[in-house]
């Protein structure tokens, strides 16, 4: 079964406009991390945002914030006032705790933004 | 400060010939691992280290061998390639502490 599942391939969203980049997880431990990565066409992976099972806060780091729905395993990237440059895939991963260090990713999901 | 550097960018290689994808960070982090990204999936985790001398495989090992002898390097070799991996490999490091990753700029490998 799918621990990240990301259900959009790709997205097309008009500049400026906020956009939410959806991620559903699946894990049976109480305590674990999730994060948000962007890779542009350039290829480097870019770290934007991370959210513990336990933070009472959704995490938010400048434009970008995570509206963590711990009882339906949802932790959703938004993205507000969408830049041109915001144009890449982004990914969602999960760290469940004894698995020493080790990340599972989602498939990932195509954001274009429009002129 | 380099942060991860992975060499060599590009490489093509034949069915059956090794190389070795290099991988050094110079932030002292006590992780460090390999993924592969294939389109259409995310990172798959092939080996990783959790400090030099210690090593372990993730979800996708087989056709790769890890070694850590020092905290800086954690080079990845094929021994003997397949078109099956032929793929986009990442190396990234991280402290035993923090949560973040920082990735290399990955390496681009093609077997024919």
């Known amino acids: 079964a799918q621990k990240i599942t990301q259900t959009q391939p790709g997205m097309f969203v008009q500049e400026k406009e906020a956009v939410t980049l959806d991620c559903t997880y699946d894990?049976?431990?109480?305590?674990?991390?999730l994060f948000w990565y962007k890779q542009p066409s350039s290829g480097e992976m870019i770290f934007l945002i991370y959210?513990?099972?336990?933070d009472e806060q959704n995490a938010t780091e400048g434009r970008y914030s995570l509206n963590f729905q711990k009882a339906r395993k949802s932790a959703n990237l938004v993205i507000s006032a969408s830049q041109l440059g915001d144009s890449a895939m982004y990914f969602c991963a999960m760290r469940e705790p004894d698995s020493n260090y080790q990340l599972i990713w989602g498939a990932g999901t195509k954001l274009i933004i429009k002129p | 400060n380099a942060g991860v550097t992975q060499t060599p960018k590009f490489q093509v290689l034949k069915t059956g010939q090794s190389m070795t994808l290099q991988c050094a960070q110079d932030m002292n982090h006590e992780y460090m691992s390999w993924y592969r990204q294939d389109p259409g999936m995310g990172l798959r985790l092939i080996h990783y280290?959790?400090?030099?001398?210690?090593?372990d495989q993730g979800e996708v090992p087989n056709g790769y061998n890890v070694s850590r002898s020092t905290t800086e390097d954690f080079p990845l070799r094929l021994l003997s390639a397949a078109p099956s991996q032929t793929s986009v490999y990442f190396c990234a490091s991280g402290t035993a502490l923090a949560n973040v990753l920082t990735f290399g700029a990955g390496s681009r490998l093609t077997v024919l």
């Open positions: 959210q513990g099972s336990y």
């Open positions: 894990t049976s431990d109480q305590s674990y991390g």
């Open positions: 280290s959790v400090g030099a001398g210690i090593t």
